[in-house]
């Protein structure tokens, strides 16, 4: 078996066993189809050319598909791609199952939803209380499993649930400086603001939008879940439009996806946290495989900036 993905350098041959994530039809300058793979493993995915396909293999090598593969990692227009020079489908002789493959949270489900229920339980207010105890436990199973989000940041198994933590974190710091925040509110509008994910993308395992995620989108289906609960439950106070509010306005602008810009304190901190978790997640990602001294890969999603890692060393603390 080979080093990880995340570890991977320019030169290094590679024998093991990938993740086909997604498999991409394509059509080369010479008129001979490909396979664009893009290849997983539990440590991150490179990218692979399969170059004059046939049509079994097209049948063959899809998404969600194991392969063993022979090849070595090289450069193209300061990318890491992976050159196959062999590749196979596994068979039940390779004792090999997708769930080895697939990048998770780094904190187990069941510790976040207890972290989250804390939160929940210090509420004092109790109508944002039982709004947001009642769509969490509506939504737990697929809330814990379901990725933030299908490329960019928090892609991975657990990674919606993983970035509500982080972000609630952030907000706690935050009230401590700020003590005007509500943070019944803040805490859960930064619950519910993605929660609609759930509905919204496929899984976590060759994520990609459902039919009502194209159709409605995640904010309009946790704005139409907010006012439904609070029906349910007999809930009529203006709690229940401050919550719709954070949800409508945590992308911040327009031209973001936000159908509303926040106008209450608790909405602009949200969408601030949201973006700086979203961001550090991203960085910390294209960071990963670089060595001090150098620069990462392009990030699309930042402005196609590439980032820097320092190369020099805290001095130790003087004990």
């Not at 969600?64 to 090289?74: A, Y």
């Not at 820097?308 to 060393?313: E, G, L, Q, V």
Request: charged residues 25%; aromatic residues 6%; hydrophobic residues 40%.
């Amino acid at each position: 078996m080979s080093k990880g993905i995340r570890f991977q350098q320019v030169g290094d041959r590679v024998e093991t066993y990938y993740l086909i994530k997604s498999a991409t039809k394509g059509v080369a300058s010479n008129g001979k189809p490909f396979l664009t793979l893009m290849l997983a493993d539990h440590t991150g995915e490179i990218e692979a050319k399969l170059w004059g396909c046939s049509p079994d293999d097209e049948a063959t090598f899809t998404s969600q598909i194991i392969v063993h593969l022979h090849g070595e990692v090289s450069d193209y227009r300061g990318r890491l791609q992976m050159k196959i020079s062999s590749i196979r489908p596994t068979t039940a002789m390779d004792q090999v199952k997708v769930a080895d493959f697939v990048r998770s949270a780094p904190l187990a489900p069941a510790d976040m939803l207890e972290e989250i229920t804390q939160y929940i339980f210090e509420m004092k207010n109790p109508n944002i209380q039982r709004i947001t105890r009642h769509l969490l436990k509506k939504y737990q199973e697929p809330f814990l499993e379901s990725p933030a989000a299908t490329r960019n940041h928090h892609e991975f198994v657990s990674g919606l649930a993983y970035h509500v933590v982080c972000m609630l974190k952030v907000a706690k710091s935050l009230a401590v400086l700020y003590p005007t925040l509500d943070t019944d509110l803040l805490y859960s509008g930064i619950i519910l603001h993605d929660l609609g994910k759930v509905r919204e993308l496929s899984g976590p395992i060759d994520t990609s939008y459902t039919l009502e995620g194209k159709l409605i989108g995640h904010i309009s289906i946790m704005v139409s879940e907010v006012a439904d609960t609070a029906k349910e439950l007999g809930i009529t106070g203006e709690e229940v439009l401050m919550l719709q509010h954070l949800i409508l306005s945590h992308h911040g602008k327009g031209e973001w996806g936000s159908p509303k810009v926040p106008v209450i304190r608790e909405a602009e901190v949200l969408h601030m946290i949201d973006n700086i978790d979203a961001k550090m997640n991203m960085m910390d990602r294209a960071l990963e495989r670089v060595q001090p001294g150098e620069f990462s890969e392009r990030v699309m999603a930042m402005d196609h900036r590439s980032f820097y890692k320092p190369s020099f060393h805290e001095p130790p603390l003087d004990v």
